[in-house]
């Protein structure tokens, strides 16, 4: 189906079931251990040998010899993949560093051998018997020594106007600096794979986000025929954007299991995951404003500078700053600069995650020079078409709506505007806000649907679900479609088998895999009238029946001889071209800081989203408040520690790589403006994903300036970068 | 993990006995610090030998008023106590603020006193150590070292002793009863049960090679308020950056130690004597400090905690 006018009226519309809150169809599995998970999958294959990766012990250099004779001896060890015995393998698109072979070590904890042994321990253990030596190499570990020779990235300088010349002329500027510091997925789930081979075909079980990008890296990078590639991941532990691509778990365990003639199961552990795969890269950002007296924007300014391997790509921290903000005066920009520390690739939001914890900080200070309120000065700065090309509008931009209505709930007139003043005994408590925005982005989607003879109806997808709620709101569009209720849909996922999906990233999932269905299921609509005779336009289904005029049957009487199957995509024209669609969002946050150690406590957060029609409230608000917990993290906690001097992040575990607690995370409330948007696609859907992690952040950031009068640029807001301006003790 | 063998003990004195019989032996009691290490080859004991079920896993009272906890009560009892949270709530206070409820189950008195350092560089078998492999230097002094000490520590090692609970024992001048391999046993004080890194920062505390710790002693209750107060970069399930312990009197005397700053909780005579002036008593504890950039703020970080400490005491508002 092509997707290249607005939608008119369409059964999703009914909202019987689409934008119901509607309990996870999955959540039973989960709840009783009955989702298999890759690592888990002990049915699909017999015999499976256990796998244990060594990762390299310098950050760069190369490999001079490995010794396995001492861990081929140990007790069980079947087989040792060694990294030498095999050329580096070709990499797909997305991937920079090295999966496996060769001599050369690009980072820290590059995987370069594997054990394969009886049991796990057996591998574990043999592992350390390997024997590696190296020829270490120099390395550029530190951004900010590396950041003046940096490269400009090619075409990423946008001009609009004379920004020079408009920051010159303005009575009030800000030029600030901010930085992020390097941040890891840290999902649940580590990687984890069982590789088996039948013949020349492989099936690896494993946990993915993207499950053809997956396949066909997999069989570049084993040099192998697509077709003979079957990639099975039905059940994701979390991603965020470290399981979007080909990792080292897949393809040793599919040259382990080649290599010892048995299925290899795979699960990469804790300590190595930080290094070894990616993670979002540290920036540098410069903003340079200028206003009028009267609160408008003239200039803006956003130079991002970020490091990555040689041939890596930069943390696109500017993306937000070419379209939120109105001024005539613009200008972006991004440098690169070559570090030799693991890959820095996406996660959740890459690119306005980290752009907007610089920009709305910055937004806060220049609403603080001009002496105006924060929610009033990105009011006064609105704008409903694309800056840098005003002839195209945004779809649908409801930001000040987000903001008046997040202002309300939240009480934020009663803020205080002074910082520092608000005190409660100990405590100092602030007020915070910043504005969400996150790009929708389309992409085509496939499904199929099959009506079976007893009235129910399997959705099959290789669209994953990532722990996002997927099954639901597939589900529930092929129940609002069908006319049936939600327990008479099956659906089935992550299968490389089955239609070619979207995949889950970049907040794209849910708005595409459910016009993707929604295709399948128009077709299969055509299909059922055609089977009971009715001519297709006067259909109605509703409450499990197909009725036209008088006449009315079972919707399962259509496939009562045969099943009835039909397959379809979305596919978009250039409604994206024309119209700039996005996703909005108001960030409130109260937070007290204890005047005496200044421990920062979070105490409300508050999330008014607009992101087109929400196709299950529970889920997204689930979505929006791990998000936000998430945003806390990055706020207050999340990093990736760089030694400098031997290039590795050091606290690569969960005990130093802190993300928040419960005890951290208060009361989050979460309200999305009801809205559709007929641009988008068929669902009048937008991504919410990765909104509620969009300029959370810099709220918090904010509410932390807001009670304790010290501004903090550079993240994580840790209590030692402003203990010397709380006021003083004893 | 490297193969090892395993015994159960049948008595504390011969539970000590078979420690010296196998080079490489180690005790293993509730598992949580000891098996993580193994996992990651930090430690390669050859054998074990499992002191759960020697009797040592009751608290009662002694003669003078105070408590003997036996060394293999968990944290999760000991915190609960009703005895220990009624006169020595500085203890409770201090163990609820480590680890977690699972890890707390499982931990023991004994072994939470034996914990090892929280150092990544410890953890990182790549990196060198002087600690974890004698002699191959320090990777965290010149690299990250935010957790860090800033006294007591040496030019080998700038560790910390991580935990909570001695941190409270410490104030409370508890002692450590042990049993070594000949049969005979002692009763070590607390404050000597550490040892400062020097020159040799993989010897960690007084015990001699297989003396097994049977129960540790707490002297009759001091009476005054009591506080832990952890500052930390989340709220729950995370080390110290600093904790202060403390005692306090009706009249504003009394005792405080430090966490997260030292190799041992660190207690200063002078500093229980300069209370109830939180700086001065600071000074005392942070006199000749030798913090690094990254873990400076530590030095600042225990005044004024401790001033919020002694606020509270004074009845100024809540902690939390
Ligand atoms: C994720 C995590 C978070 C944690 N957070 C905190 C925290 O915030 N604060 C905190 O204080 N602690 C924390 N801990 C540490 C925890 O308190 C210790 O792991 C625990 O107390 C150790 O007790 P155990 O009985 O399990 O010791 P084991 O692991 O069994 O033993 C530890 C060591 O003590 C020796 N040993 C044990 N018993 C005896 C004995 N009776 N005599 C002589 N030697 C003995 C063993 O040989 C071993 O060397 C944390 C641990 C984990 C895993
Ligand atoms: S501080 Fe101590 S534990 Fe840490 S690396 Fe140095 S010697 Fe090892």
Known sequence: ?730 | MRPFTYERAGSPAEAAAAAIRMQGARFIAGGTNLIDLMKIEVETPAHLIDVNGLGLDSIEGTQDGGLRIGALVSNADLSADKRVRRDYGVLTRAIVAGASGQLRNKATTGGNLLQRTRCPYFYDTNQPCNKRKPGSGCGAIGGFSRQLGIVGVSDKCIATYPGDMAVALRVLDAKVETVKPDGTTRTIPIGEFHRLWGDTPHIETALETGELITAVILPPPLGGRHFYHKVRDRRSYAFALVSIAAVIQQDGSGRVAVGGIAPKPWRVPAADAALPDAAAAARALTAGATPTEDNRFKIALVERTLAGVLAEARGEGATS
């Open chain 1, 1 to 730: 189906m092509k997707f290249d006018t607005p939608a008119g009226t369409n059964p999703i519309d009914q909202g019987k079931v689409v934008g119901r809150p509607t309990p996870r169809i999955d959540g039973k599995f989960k709840t009783t251990g009955t989702a298999p998970y890759a690592y888990e999958r002990h049915d699909v294959a017999p015999n499976q040998a256990y796998g244990y990766i060594l990762g390299a012990s310098i950050a760069k250099g190369t490999i001079t010899s490995i010794d396995t004779a001492e861990a081929e001896a140990a007790n069980g060890v079947i087989g040792i993949v060694s990294t030498l015995d095999h050329k580096p393998v070709p990499l797909g698109p997305m991937n920079t560093a090295n999966l496996f072979g060769g001599g050369e070590v690009q980072h820290y904890h590059q995987a370069i051998a594997m054990v394969v042994a009886e049991s796990f321990e057996q591998a574990r253990a043999a592992a350390h018997l390997i024997r590696v030596d190296y020829a270490r190499g120099e390395g550029s570990f530190d951004l900010k020594r590396a950041a003046p020779s940096a490269e400009p990235v090619e075409d990423s300088e946008k001009r609009q106007g004379d920004f020079e010349a408009a920051f010159g002329n303005a009575p009030v500027t800000l030029d600030a600096t901010y930085t992020t510091p390097d941040e890891s997925h840290a999902m649940m789930e580590p990687f984890a794979t069982i590789a088996a081979w039948e013949g020349d075909k492989l099936t690896v079980w494993t946990s993915n986000q993207m499950i053809q990008w997956n396949k066909r890296d997999l069989a570049k990078a084993l040099d192998m025929p697509i077709e003979k590639v079957r990639v099975d991941s039905p059940y994701i532990g979390g991603g965020f954007g470290a399981k979007l691509f080909l990792r080292a778990d897949a393809v040793v365990a599919a040259l382990g299991a080649k290599q010892v003639g048995r299925p290899v199961k795979l699960s990469m552990q804790r300590p190595l995951t930080f290094n070894n795969s990616t993670h979002r890269a540290a920036t540098i950002q410069r903003i340079r404003f200028g206003a009028g007296e009267d609160g408008k924007l003239t200039a803006i300014a956003h130079e991002s500078t970020s490091g990555n391997l040689p041939g890596g790509g930069p943390e696109s921290a500017i993306n937000q700053t070419e379209l939120l903000y109105a001024g005539e005066n613009r200008l972006t920009a991004m440098r690169l600069a070559i570090l030799n520390l693991p890959e820095g690739n996406a996660m959740r939001a890459p690119g306005e995650a980290s752009g907007l914890m610089a920009l709305e900080i910055a937004m806060d200070e220049m609403a603080e020079k001009l002496g105006m309120d924060p929610v009033a000065f990105r009011k006064a700065n609105d704008t409903q078409v694309d800056p840098m090309n005003p002839e195209r509008p945004f779809s649908k931009r409801k930001m000040i709506e987000c903001l008046d209505r997040g202002a309300r709930e939240f009480g934020w007139e009663r803020r205080n505007p002074q910082p520092g003043r608000n005190r409660e005994g100990r405590w100092l408590v602030g007020h915070g806000m910043a504005v969400g925005f996150r790009n929708n982005l389309l992409m085509k989607s496939g499904a199929r649907v099959r009506l079976s003879g007893d009235g129910i109806v399997t959705v099959e997808t290789d669209m994953t679900d990532i722990g996002t709620g997927t099954y639901t709101i597939l589900a529930q569009t092929a129940a609002e479609m069908m006319g049936l209720p939600i327990e008479r849909i099956r659906v089935e996922l992550g299968d490389s088998d089955y239609p070619i999906s979207a995949g889950s990233g970049g907040q794209w999932g849910a708005n595409n895999s459910t016009s993707g269905v929604y295709a399948a299921c128009v077709k299969l609509r055509e299909q059922v009238a055609q089977s009971l005779g009715f001519n297709s336009d006067e259909v109605e289904f509703a409450d499990g029946q197909v009725r036209a005029g008088e006449r009315s049957f079972p919707l399962g009487h259509a496939a009562a001889e045969n099943d009835l199957t039909a397959e379809d995509s979305i596919e978009y024209g250039n409604l994206d071209k024309q119209f700039q669609q996005s996703t909005f969002a108001g960030h409130f946050v109260e937070l007290a800081v204890d005047a005496y150690t200044g421990e920062a406590h979070l105490r409300r957060m508050l999330a008014v989203c607009e992101a087109g029609r929400i196709l299950n409230p529970i889920s997204a608000r689930s979505q929006v408040i791990g998000a936000m917990t998430m945003g806390a993290g990055a706020a207050l906690m999340e990093h990736l520690v760089v030694d400098k001097r031997f290039g590795f992040f050091v606290n690569h575990d969960l005990a130093g790589y802190e993300v928040p607690v419960h005890a951290d995370i208060p009361h989050q409330e979460v309200i999305f403006l009801e809205e559709t948007d007929p641009v988008s696609s068929p669902m009048k859907a937008k991504g919410v994903g990765e909104l509620g992690l969009c300029g959370v952040s810099a709220a918090i950031a904010n509410a932390l300036y807001n009670a304790t009068g010290a501004r903090v640029r550079d993240y994580p807001i840790t209590l030692d970068k402003y203990l010397d301006r709380l006021p003083a003790v004893a």
